[in-house]
């Protein structure tokens, strides 16, 4: 499986309903890709991050519940969910707040992990072995991550 690493707390709103990463690169790639929750943690820059999903969640109708910092960080370094790309944009055709780079991978369908799975992350996409995933995944979105 494919896997793509994002920033906290880019990557908790994604499990929250976030429809659509950013990017300054076009991607080919569809279906069901694994999050990576990097290791990166900047406590002013998380901070900032977090105000700037509050507000787009708020112009996109989506609500995002403040995580638990502690967890949040403590998943850094972590397999934390799935989710789908459906599409790759240049273009604001979705109409969402969220949509703010060069490209914007349009997702759906996100799935928390159960466990968060540890794995060294990668730039771009990166491929993962199935069987780290396994049976982890729950059918709930949105789920709190048990660490």
């Not at 700037?52 to 995580?67: H, K, Q, R």
């Not at 199935?130 to 991550?145: F, H, K, M, P, Q």
Request: glycine share 10%; hydrophobic share 45%.
């Amino acid at each position: 499986m494919k896997a793509l690493s994002v920033r906290a707390p880019w990557w908790w709103a994604i499990l929250h309903g976030k429809p659509v990463e950013n990017r300054d690169w076009y991607t080919r790639v569809r279906g069901r890709v694994a999050l990576h929750a990097s290791k990166w943690w900047g406590v002013e820059d998380v901070a900032l991050d977090w105000s700037d999903v509050v507000d787009m969640a708020e112009l996109d109708g989506i609500t995002i519940p403040e995580p638990d910092w502690k967890q949040m960080r403590g998943a850094g370094g972590c397999i934390v969910g799935t989710v789908e790309i459906v599409d790759c944009i240049w273009t604001n055709s979705i109409n969402s707040a969220f949509f703010v780079g060069d490209f914007g991978f349009v997702l759906r369908n996100p799935v928390t992990l159960a466990t968060p799975v540890p794995i060294k992350g990668g730039l771009g996409f990166f491929d993962v072995d199935d069987a780290l995933i396994g049976n982890c995944e729950l059918s709930t979105v949105g789920c709190e991550l048990p660490l």
